[in-house]
């Protein structure tokens, strides 16, 4: 039986679903879970579904989360999206769970789960639980489109990356025809930014190191945080935002992350494979973006190194 049928199966089964995604939310962890409790109470709506996790403030606008108390864990149904390790789930513990399903489209780190589906061709979790829904009896409404169609939209940083192939095209399209979800709305939510945000932007592009190899990099200490009044997660989060610099090849983020006192490294490229350095530094990712947490700033460079090395061997091979 297809894997899509098998997981309709057990959702019927459940009365109770708990979904989770990985620490750290961004819109396709969040789009893909609250999208899919929203397809599933359209379609059974005497089920008791949770979307468990750590909000994130700034992509509230995606939706509300539930709280997780342990009695969930009996007799209820995981759905894991998005996550490839079993370290980084937010929220639960997958091992207690008798039933446990993960649908990701990061390379496979952990399998942890009874039905796992991973398609590292998929752009986006989200765009897997299009693949869910348009499979099996799942019935699509327009508030779990608009949140799957972030999902995808974040991933794919606006349909820019490669794997916005014709898969994503198709699922999308059939989407917007079955909801008519107004798109510029959603544009909005996640792109709407103040000038204080767009003068971040360009504290980084005056200010990154650009190597002889094309790698940009730049460390934000706890000072600087300071001096332009911001946080960790915002800055590194600009790394979306320098895709099309005609200098670099890739290009990462440091910052200092007070609360757990490491150095956030956000990574990003649009040639050099860079998921095998992430990983070295306990980190991972896609092959074009990928993260990690380091110890220090010594360490930081170290990666810099790293990731140049690699921007040399693509750019000999060019
Ligand atoms: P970010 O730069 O934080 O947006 O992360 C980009 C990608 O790298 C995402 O797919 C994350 O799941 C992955 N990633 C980020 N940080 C880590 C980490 N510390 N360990 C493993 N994967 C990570």
Same mark, same amino acid.
Not at 107 to 113: A, E, N, S
Not at 145 to 154: N, P, Q, S, W
Not at 198 to 212: A, F, G, R
């Given at each position: ?29 969040l789009g893909s879970t609250l999208g899919l ?31 997780? /108390?342990? +009695?969930?864990?009996?007799? =209820?149904? $995981? @759905? ?6 079993? *370290? ?30 991973? /398609?590292? +061709?998929?752009?986006?979790? =989200?765009? $897997? @639980? ?6 099996? *009896? ?79 990099y730049i460390m934000i200490n706890q000072d ?95």
């Amino acid at each position: 039986m297809n894997v899509y049928k098998r997981i309709y199966r057990e959702i019927k089964k459940y009365q109770t679903i708990v979904i989770a995604r990985h620490i750290g939310a961004d819109p396709d962890a969040l789009g893909s879970t609250l999208g899919l409790k929203d397809v599933i109470l359209n379609t059974f709506p005497n089920k008791k579904v949770y979307t468990v996790g750590t909000p994130a403030s700034k992509h509230k606008y995606i939706g509300q989360l539930d709280t997780f /108390d342990e +009695s969930m864990y009996n007799n =209820s149904l $995981l @759905i894991v999206l998005d996550t490839p390790d079993i *370290k980084r789930v937010d929220g639960v513990d997958p091992l207690k769970f008798s039933k446990k399903i993960k649908i990701d489209h990061h390379p496979l780190v952990d399998k942890y789960c009874d039905i796992e589906v991973i /398609d590292t +061709s998929s752009s986006s979790a =989200s765009q $897997l @639980i299009l693949e869910l829904v348009f499979s099996t *009896k799942l019935k699509l409404n327009k508030s779990g489109a608009e949140k799957l169609f972030t999902g995808i939209v974040g991933d794919t940083n606006r349909f820019l990356f490669y794997y916005s192939s014709y898969r994503t095209f198709y699922l999308v399209s059939r989407l917007l025809k079955e909801t008519n979800i107004d798109i510029t709305k959603v544009y909005e939510s996640m792109y709407l930014k103040s000038i204080e945000d767009k003068k971040l932007q360009s504290y980084i592009v005056n200010n990154i190191k650009i190597t002889d190899y094309s790698l940009g990099y730049i460390m934000i200490n706890q000072d600087i945080l300071d001096e332009l009044n911001t946080d960790v997660a915002t800055i590194t989060n600009i790394v979306n935002d320098l895709t099309y610099i005609k200098e670099m090849v890739a290009w990462v983020i440091f910052a200092y992350d007070k609360a757990n006192n490491n150095i956030r490294a956000s990574i990003r490229s649009r040639g050099p494979i860079i998921n095998e350095i992430a990983s070295k530094y306990n980190g991972g990712g896609h092959i074009y973006a990928s993260g990690a947490r380091l110890d220090n700033f010594d360490e930081a460079l170290k990666m810099v190194e790293d990731l140049n090395d690699v921007c040399k061997t693509y750019l000999d091979k060019i």
